[in-house]
């Protein structure tokens, strides 16, 4: 088992920039791949970004890429999310994920087995 704990959300006016943090806990010695995703009133839950825990290779949705920056602390076993030029269209609720295995399906939901309560973010225009 691993918990997940989300941080760092708040009200940023566009072009502003937060940074959210996600500490595990639990079986962190497994981990395999941590995701970010996102969820809007009245959408799905889509994809921001995730990192690989050993490698520390990250992969990113277009919507945030060159602006979201995701990153890892193995001896804190935390990730972070660096959220830079925040558009409007960012505001969303941010879960960050875990999975302890290999997945093939790292933009998906699915792919991650953990998840933590989430961390509402708001950009004012």
């Known amino acids: 088992q691993v918990q997940l704990v989300e941080s760092g959300g708040g009200l940023v006016q566009a072009g502003g920039s937060l940074r959210l943090s996600c500490a595990a806990s639990g079986r962190t010695y497994s981990l395999y791949r941590m995701g970010w995703f996102r969820q809007a009133p009245g959408k799905e839950r889509e994809f921001v970004a995730r990192i690989n825990w050993s490698t520390g290779t990250t992969y990113y949705a277009d919507s945030v890429k060159g602006r979201f920056t995701i990153s890892r602390d193995n001896a804190k076993n935390t990730v972070y999310l660096q959220m830079n030029s925040l558009k409007p269209e960012d505001t969303a609720v941010y879960y960050c994920?875990?999975?302890?295995?290999?997945?093939?399906?790292?933009?998906?939901?699915?792919?991650?087995?953990?998840w933590g309560q989430g961390t509402q973010v708001t950009v004012s225009s």
């Open positions: 994920a875990a999975v302890l295995y290999r997945s093939s399906v790292s933009t998906l939901a699915r792919g991650y087995d953990y």
